[in-house]
């Protein structure tokens, strides 16, 4: 079955700096969320001290004391044991050794933190400025609504992205994520399959599959260990798996192809849908798989088109009794169950009626305009990735939906030309769920500076950082040196939503009003 080139075994693979460091979380009234008490009861103090004091999870890997240096990377690192699962589980899922309530204690002072923080620095603008728009810290607690939970706990990833690399035991065929560090030189590939957010079809496609692909299809071996390189030597980058409610499952190959033909290429990627199809990997049913040559640290599908092998080129969800249509390279909410729970938290915020425009900035595959257009006026949604548009649009007519518009490209482009044509009264609320890089300047100006909008929901798994620039800009004193000449908003509620049960991140739903 292997149809792996001789002479590409010879190919010498040297280590990459930059593969590594690419890869190293309404309500007017209470009553009307879940968990609706001013503070949780049974606060303890344990917890308390660890959420305030930052120190949110176990220390993962011992570093070498100042002015010792650090070894140099061993062929082998010792037996696959239980010590590398628990350091593996400490990185990605730092919460898994409490309990799930105490999980959403610490994650509850963990977003009052952060938004002490944002009040302070706000207090602080409205002073020198000797205006007040912002609410007094001691009024926080009345803001901050204690976290929803996550209606699944365990194994609710719908999406997981592995590497391949050496393992602690010397393996080179490893396949999972990382633990250590570039500097300690310690870095190695830890299988996954004891994380409690991973589902098990997941852990399948990755360890008795992919595994046995890497084994027949092309990892070289070298005297001093063995390597993943992104620039020099190695094809095997990662393997994307992705699931729906049903079990239906995609999988996506990232190859790196260095110097090969498109001859080369062809035959491994036949030799792979072989694989799949009728050998070893017969045993995942795969719904679709494809095949992305990259040669960076991240390629879209623009950049490099996925291409598909076998199987149907989309997978479906059921969500809010919609049915969505997911690309491989579109963003959906890894926890579908939760998401839910986050969509009609955003829906209750935003209080769209038939005289709204709803205007979704960074909308992905449109689930949240979608859901709400029954009863807006208007759906205008934007985003990046154009086959996560081109999903939206499928959604909007399969359900029978009318009133939506989507719009491919940079929000900060596309976002005010359009508000110029909105500025004749019509009533718009604005929904924003960026990526962790937060807003483009230029998209909160436009927001800012467009008096239709009302009401504003700001949708942050990582509510600090750029985010916290982003609001600040938002809601402090006009500025014309920075051209923020609109009214400021003002932060009205604070909705924590825990779609990553066992991680430090929650989704934290902010409702701003002016």
């Known amino acids: 079955m292997c149809l792996w080139l001789t002479g590409i075994k010879r190919r010498v693979l040297m280590y990459s700096l930059r593969c590594f460091l690419s890869r190293v979380g309404l309500f007017s009234k209470p009553g009307l969320l879940p968990w609706c008490a001013r503070k949780p009861s049974d606060w303890s103090q344990p917890f308390w001290g660890i959420a305030c004091k930052g120190n949110f999870s176990h220390v993962i ?45 610490v994650k509850f002072e963990a977003q009052k933190k952060i938004l002490q923080r944002l009040e302070s620095s706000l207090q602080m603008l409205n002073r020198v ?51 250590g560090t570039w500097r300690d030189g310690n870095i190695v590939c830890v299988q996954p399959n004891h994380l409690k957010n ?35 030597g190695g094809y095997w980058r ?85 049915k969505i249509r997911i690309s491989p390279d579109a963003f959906f909410q890894i926890n579908t169950a939760g998401a839910e729970i986050l969509y009609q938290t955003v829906g209750e915020l935003s209080g769209v009626n038939s ?27 934007i985003e990046l990735v154009e086959q996560a548009v081109e999903d939206a649009r499928w959604t909007a007519a399969f359900n029978g939906i009318t009133n939506c518009e989507f719009y491919a490209g940079t929000a900060e482009k596309i976002l005010p030309q ?18 962790r890089a937060g807003l483009h300047y230029q998209v909160v100006q436009a927001i800012r500076n467009c008096r239709a909008i009302r009401t504003l929901v700001f949708v942050s798994c990582k509510p600090h950082g750029e985010t916290t620039r982003n609001i600040i800009e938002l809601c402090c004193p006009p500025n014309s040196a920075k051209k923020l000449l609109g009214e400021p908003f003002v932060l009205r ?21 002016r």
């Open 129 to 179: 400025n000797d205006t007040i728009t912002a609410p007094k810290s001691e009024e926080l607690c009345c803001l901050l609504h204690p976290v929803i939970p996550s209606p699944v706990i365990n194994g609710y990833r719908n999406k997981s992205t592995f590497s391949v690399n050496r393992g602690p035991d010397g393996n080179p065929k490893t396949v999972g994520y990382y633990v």
């Open 61 to 105: 890997s011992k570093k070498c004391p100042r002015g010792q240096k650090s070894h140099k990377k061993p062929t082998h690192l010792g037996p696959h044991d239980g010590s590398w699962q628990e350091r593996l589980a400490d990185v990605v899922t730092p919460l898994w050794r409490l309990s799930y309530e105490e999980q959403l204690k």
């Open 198 to 232: 991973i589902p098990e079809k997941h852990n399948q496609v990755a360890q008795e599959t992919f595994g046995n692909v890497c084994s027949h299809f092309g990892l070289i071996s070298l005297e001093n260990g063995w390597v993943l390189l992104l620039v020099s």
């Open 418 to 435: 359009l508000l110029k044509s909105k500025e004749d009264g019509q009533l718009i609320v604005a929904v924003v769920n960026p990526a």
């Open 355 to 381: 005289n709204t425009i709803l205007l979704d900035i960074c909308c992905g595959t449109g689930v949240i305009g979608l859901y709400l257009a029954r009863h807006a006026f208007q759906i205008i949604g």
């Open 493 to 513: 509620r604070a909705v924590p939503v825990d779609l990553f049960p066992h991680t430090l991140h929650c989704e934290l739903v902010l409702l701003f009003t």
């Open 238 to 322: 990662e393997l994307i798996v992705r699931t729906n409610s049903e079990g239906h499952t995609m999988a996506i190959i990232i190859f790196h192809p260095q110097k090969l033909s498109q001859e080369e290429l062809y035959i491994q990627k036949e030799a792979i849908k072989e694989f799949f199809i009728k050998g070893p990997g017969a045993v995942c049913d795969l719904t679709s798989l494809y095949f992305q040559e990259c040669t960076m640290t991240h390629c879209n599908h623009q950049q490099s088109p996925y291409q598909l092998l076998f199987g149907e080129p989309h997978i479906f969800e059921d969500l809010l009794g919609l």
